[in-house]
């Protein structure tokens, strides 16, 4: 799985190339040394391919592009080790291809302090896996109450505030939050969900929950907050990006305050776009999701909105639990699935179905939540670390929740067939994942 010790040189033949950022595909090689990309060619000469038995990957017919940016994970440590830690976490995101990941606050004690970013960056230099990009707390013990301390945790690493899975419901907290992350040129994730209209709802309140006799939570919920944030990123002139949309009114919201000039962004998850509320049907835990899995037309008005550029960005909300929190009544189970090991061929079935072409849905995954969270990745440029993935872009295989890597196996996808997989992610040069058949080491 994992290859800690790399030659200084490697080379990468053949590739179709993805730069996300122009928005191009070509034929190229790829040279590596020291951990950074130092040539992108169409035909890297044959002698500089000889040169000192430079270790070589034959990427013909495979796509080539920037490793893979989800910048909405739950990591859980500290505290929730028992549903995923940063080394589980950070092993299933590169078996996906994924090399940058940005966790969310929501642990025990809550990152809103320096002292817990700066743990998780050293647990994750441990790890030596996926880089690991914290998200600080917008208040105190994601209380609602009073600001973190954003300018330490900013000093520290964070790279964004959220009060994910808690939204702020206190608008002149939230307002401040926006006003004080425009200081540290740092977003501010939105959990957009009024806890008055979403009170005791477990499910989308639709023909669905009424059939299934569960309480439902109106897409009003996140309409209305969704509305008031935009409104107040307006008034703070702050950067507002909506977590994980899944309502086509809350859409409407965005592409209008975008239209008018409010610093607004957002993402969608994959299960938004592939699951409706019907995926609940059986009483199915592993479709309980916060916000909820809503009706057909609001999915079809969430791929509409990503192919028109309303929606920056595909992002997980990777959210492991233990099995026991999972395997209880539907109202009791806790919400969210697991995402980083199918987060890019449910990316590429966008392509595979017409809906974007292949250079767009790599940005969606790349370089737009880089842009968006300001981290130098998402691209293939000369000069940068070799933050990669080499992807079969045919290769068929089936979801098994029990071979996934991370240490909860809470997936809404068990048993789907997929097309589409990373063979090969490299961090720094370093071959950190390898599927090949014989895989874990380039051939000389």
Not at 29 to 46: C, F, L, Q, S, T
Not at 50 to 60: E, F, N, S
Not at 322 to 343: N, P, R, S
């Given at each position: 799985?994992?290859q800690p010790a790399?030659d200084a040189q490697?080379?990468?033949?053949?590739?179709?190339?993805?730069?996300?950022?122009?928005?191009t595909?070509?034929i190229?090689?790829?040279?590596?040394?020291?951990?950074k990309i130092?040539?992108?060619?169409?035909?890297?000469?044959?002698?500089?391919?000889?040169?000192?038995?430079?270790p070589t990957?034959?990427?013909?017919g495979?796509?080539?592009?920037?490793?893979?940016?989800?910048?909405?994970?739950?990591l859980r440590e500290?505290?929730?080790?028992?549903?995923e830690t940063?080394?589980?976490g950070?092993?299933?995101?590169?078996?996906?291809?994924v090399?940058?990941?940005?966790?969310m606050a929501n642990?025990r004690p809550?990152?809103d302090?320096?002292s817990?970013?700066?743990y998780?960056?050293?647990?994750a230099k441990a790890a030596?896996l996926?880089r690991v990009?914290p998200?600080?707390?917008v208040s105190?013990a994601?209380?609602g109450?009073?600001?973190a301390?954003f300018?330490?945790?900013?000093?520290?690493?964070?790279?964004?505030v959220?009060?994910?899975g808690?939204p702020?419901?206190?608008?002149e907290l939230m307002?401040?939050?926006?006003?004080?992350?425009?200081?540290?040129?740092i977003?501010?994730?939105?959990?957009?969900?009024?806890?008055?209209?979403?009170?005791?709802g477990?499910?989308h309140e639709g023909a669905?929950?009424?059939?299934l006799g569960l309480r439902?939570?109106?897409s009003?919920?996140e309409?209305v907050?969704?509305a008031r944030?935009v409104?107040?990123a307006g008034?703070?002139k702050?950067?507002l990006h909506?977590a994980?949309?899944?309502?086509?009114?809350?859409l409407?919201?965005?592409?209008?305050a975008?239209?008018?000039?409010?610093h607004v962004t957002?993402?969608?998850s994959p299960?938004?776009?592939?699951?409706?509320d019907?995926?609940v049907?059986?009483y199915n835990?592993?479709?309980k999701?916060?916000p909820p899995?809503?009706?057909?037309e609001?999915r079809q008005a969430?791929?509409?909105?990503?192919?028109?550029g309303?929606?920056?960005v595909?992002?997980?909300?990777?959210?492991?639990?233990?099995?026991?929190?999972?395997?209880?009544?539907?109202d009791?189970?806790a919400?969210g699935?697991?995402?980083?090991?199918?987060?890019l061929?449910?990316?590429l079935?966008?392509v595979?179905?017409?809906l974007?072409?292949?250079?767009?849905a790599i940005?969606?995954?790349?370089?737009?939540?880089?842009r968006?969270?300001r981290?130098?990745a998402?691209r293939l440029?000369v000069?940068?670390?070799a933050?990669?993935?080499?992807i079969d872009?045919d290769?068929?295989?089936?979801?098994?929740?029990e071979?996934?890597?991370?240490?909860s196996?809470?997936?809404?996808?068990?048993?789907?067939?997929?097309?589409?997989?990373?063979?090969?992610?490299?961090?720094d040069g370093?071959i950190?994942h390898d599927?090949?058949?014989n895989?874990?080491?380039?051939?000389?």
């Amino acid at each position: 799985m994992s290859q800690p010790a790399q030659d200084a040189q490697l080379l990468i033949t053949g590739g179709l190339v993805i730069d996300p950022v122009q928005r191009t595909q070509r034929i190229a090689d790829i040279m590596i040394r020291d951990g950074k990309i130092v040539a992108i060619e169409e035909n890297i000469p044959a002698q500089a391919k000889l040169r000192g038995k430079v270790p070589t990957i034959d990427a013909t017919g495979l796509v080539v592009a920037p490793g893979l940016v989800d910048m909405h994970v739950h990591l859980r440590e500290p505290g929730f080790e028992y549903k995923e830690t940063i080394a589980t976490g950070t092993r299933a995101a590169v078996a996906g291809g994924v090399t940058s990941v940005a966790c969310m606050a929501n642990t025990r004690p809550v990152n809103d302090c320096p002292s817990v970013t700066r743990y998780i960056l050293e647990r994750a230099k441990a790890a030596q896996l996926a880089r690991v990009h914290p998200i600080g707390a917008v208040s105190v013990a994601l209380a609602g109450e009073q600001l973190a301390e954003f300018a330490g945790m900013h000093e520290a690493g964070i790279v964004a505030v959220s009060d994910d899975g808690m939204p702020v419901m206190d608008a002149e907290l939230m307002r401040r939050a926006l006003e004080c992350a425009k200081m540290f040129d740092i977003p501010v994730i939105d959990h957009a969900e009024d806890k008055t209209l979403a009170a005791g709802g477990v499910m989308h309140e639709g023909a669905m929950s009424l059939r299934l006799g569960l309480r439902g939570v109106p897409s009003a919920a996140e309409d209305v907050m969704v509305a008031r944030d935009v409104a107040l990123a307006g008034l703070a002139k702050g950067h507002l990006h909506v977590a994980h949309i899944s309502s086509a009114n809350a859409l409407e919201t965005v592409r209008q305050a975008r239209a008018s000039g409010i610093h607004v962004t957002a993402e969608v998850s994959p299960h938004h776009l592939w699951l409706t509320d019907a995926a609940v049907e059986g009483y199915n835990t592993n479709a309980k999701m916060n916000p909820p899995l809503r009706t057909e037309e609001d999915r079809q008005a969430l791929r509409a909105a990503l192919a028109d550029g309303t929606i920056d960005v595909v992002a997980t909300d990777h959210a492991p639990h233990h099995k026991d929190e999972k395997d209880v009544e539907f109202d009791q189970a806790a919400h969210g699935v697991v995402g980083l090991e199918t987060l890019l061929p449910l990316t590429l079935q966008l392509v595979h179905d017409g809906l974007l072409d292949l250079p767009t849905a790599i940005a969606k995954i790349t370089s737009e939540p880089a842009r968006i969270l300001r981290l130098p990745a998402g691209r293939l440029e000369v000069g940068i670390p070799a933050d990669l993935v080499i992807i079969d872009l045919d290769h068929e295989w089936v979801v098994s929740s029990e071979s996934l890597l991370s240490k909860s196996k809470n997936t809404a996808f068990d048993g789907w067939g997929m097309r589409g997989r990373a063979l090969v992610t490299l961090v720094d040069g370093r071959i950190v994942h390898d599927l090949r058949p014989n895989g874990a080491a380039a051939t000389g």
